[in-house]
């Protein structure tokens, strides 16, 4: 299933589902689930909805459970983010369509499609939320997602 309406303009460079395949991300989806399913240890993710990107989960996203967002935004300026120093950026700042700024990371699923990422490129993303184990939100307060959720980037599109 796709989350992005693409038009003609747009490129999809990444898409979880195909990443998931790969044993790095293999080892982060058994890290993940193990915080989850570790009752003694207060960080991880809720299982409620499905151990994460697992079948359960993924009907979640797709049934509308598990809170999803579609950004879209202008390129502003790209950024080397972290400890690691590599003199390439992995990162960007964009202004959503809200006219707010945000900061991301530079999903792919191929290194090669770093070079499309460029200051006024257009760039539309589509998040799924989960909420924490140590959760403050109570059911009938404004979402939170910044404080009481964490954003798992489902797919990247980059305009050509």
Not at 39 to 55: C, E, R, W
Not at 88 to 107: C, K, L, Q, T, W
Not at 110 to 123: H, Q, T, W, Y
């Amino acid at each position: 299933m796709a989350y992005l309406n693409l038009g003609e303009n747009m490129r999809l460079i990444y898409d979880f589902k195909k990443e998931m395949e790969t044993k790095r991300k293999k080892e982060f989806i058994e890290e993940v689930r193990a915080l989850s399913l570790n009752q003694d240890n207060p960080f991880g993710i809720k299982k409620d909805k499905g151990l994460f990107a697992s079948d359960e989960w993924w009907h979640s996203v797709d049934c509308g459970k598990i809170i999803t967002e579609t950004v879209s935004g202008t390129i502003l300026s790209l950024y080397e983010a972290g400890m690691e120093i590599r003199r390439v950026p992995n990162s960007f700042r964009f202004v959503d369509s809200s006219g707010a700024i945000r900061d991301e990371s530079m999903y792919m699923n191929n290194k090669s499609d770093r070079r499309l990422f460029a200051v006024g490129k257009e760039i539309m993303i589509f998040y799924a939320y989960d909420e924490l184990k140590k959760s403050t939100q109570r059911p009938s307060a404004p979402l939170d997602l910044e404080n009481n959720y964490v954003g798992q980037v489902i797919e990247m599109a980059i305009s050509k």
